[in-house]
């Protein structure tokens, strides 16, 4: 007997907006709301006449902490237990659309959400729903409830299915994807958020710290500063540069507008007054104690024209920038 794929659908109970291939990698869309506070704890508890089966509950919690492990932001952690505000049910009443197969409500934000799962053998027009945890033996066609549930947990942060490049090459960037893939496709069981679902966690609710990587599903552009501790000295002194690596101050980057980068190579460069030719000096040392500074001494012997920079990097999502220049006159 041939078994096809199931084009099932995880559809969303609200907002269910219609997702277009797009013509470059970008952060998944959002779904509206409020968000919830920055590392907000969102506890919740099975509805109590719609209590999922035992081989359910474990999966489902596990999505939830494998939200809280990829998350990669100070977006919300989801636990089950401690004064629960939220609601997940299995089985009907949904709040589902009639193709979804689990869905969700973010409503209540930052308060609460409501999570639904159709049960085992629920019968859509194209067959009957089978979660792979709910088979004796695993079969083709089946869905990961640990995947839906982190796709749902995605949507109760504020993601929306992710826009996939033309014939979804890019489908392994995001979890949060309107077309769930049935076992054994590529990306079935994926268990973290991709780095298009981190880039939008990101934007709306920061870095989880000043060091912290930026997905590389981002182009953030960022701001490089540099201060002298004097601009002329005489032969033979000395001269402190400090400068700062922030996101740069622009709404488009959103939460993560001018926040701290820290531990970055940050450059000094010089160049002779009127070259065109510059020259990297050192790699400027990150302080300890204030996120995103960096600062170096010199004993210039003569005088020079400084900057600093900060190049493109080929492992986060940064854009690189270089200060003002700072003349710095030695006297004789
Ligand atoms: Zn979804």
């Not at 199931?6 to 907006?17: F, K, N, S, T």
């Not at 509950?57 to 505000?85: E, H, K, W, Y």
């Not at 869905?143 to 993601?159: C, K, R, S, T, Y």
């Not at 050192?282 to 302080?287: E, F, G, I, V």
């Amino acid at each position: 007997m041939t078994r096809r794929l199931l084009p099932a659908i995880v559809a969303v109970a609200i907002l269910a907006a219609s997702v277009v291939p797009v013509a470059a990698r970008a952060p998944d869309p959002m779904v509206g709301g409020t968000l919830w506070a920055q590392d907000q704890v969102v506890s919740y508890e099975w509805k109590k006449d719609q209590v999922p089966p035992a081989w359910a509950t474990g999966p489902i919690d596990a999505g939830a902490a494998d939200s809280n492990v990829s998350r990669a932001s100070r977006s919300a952690r989801f636990l089950r237990g401690a004064n629960p505000t939220s609601q997940i049910a299995y089985g009907e009443p949904t709040g589902c659309s009639a193709i979804g197969i689990a869905c969700f409500s973010r409503a209540g934000a930052p308060t609460s959400f409501k999570m639904w799962f159709r049960a085992q053998n629920y019968a859509f027009d194209w067959g009957k729903l089978r979660w792979c945890q709910g088979l004796t033996t695993i079969a083709n066609g089946c869905f990961d409830i640990e995947n839906v549930a982190l796709d749902e947990f995605g949507h109760v942060q504020i993601l929306n299915h992710h826009g996939n490049l033309t014939g979804d090459t890019d489908y392994l960037d995001a979890v949060v994807q309107e077309k769930a893939r049935a076992y054994p496709a590529a990306g079935w069981n994926a268990h973290a958020y991709g780095r298009c679902d981190v880039a939008r966690l990101q934007l709306e609710y920061e870095r989880i710290g000043a060091a912290f990587p930026f997905s590389t599903c981002l182009a953030i552009t960022t701001t490089t500063t540099l201060t002298a501790s004097a601009t002329t000295i005489a032969a033979g002194g000395s001269v402190r540069f400090t400068a700062t690596l922030r996101a740069a101050n622009l709404s488009v980057n959103r939460a993560l507008a001018g926040d701290a980068i820290s531990a970055r190579p940050v450059l000094l460069e010089r160049r002779t007054p009127g070259s065109a030719t510059w020259a990297t000096i050192a790699t400027m040392t990150p302080s300890s104690t204030i996120p995103g500074s960096y600062a170096t001494t010199i004993t210039p012997t003569a005088t020079y024209e400084w900057r600093s920079r900060f190049l493109t990097p080929t492992n986060e999502g940064l854009i690189g920038s270089a200060s003002t220049v700072i003349k710095v006159t030695v006297s004789r």
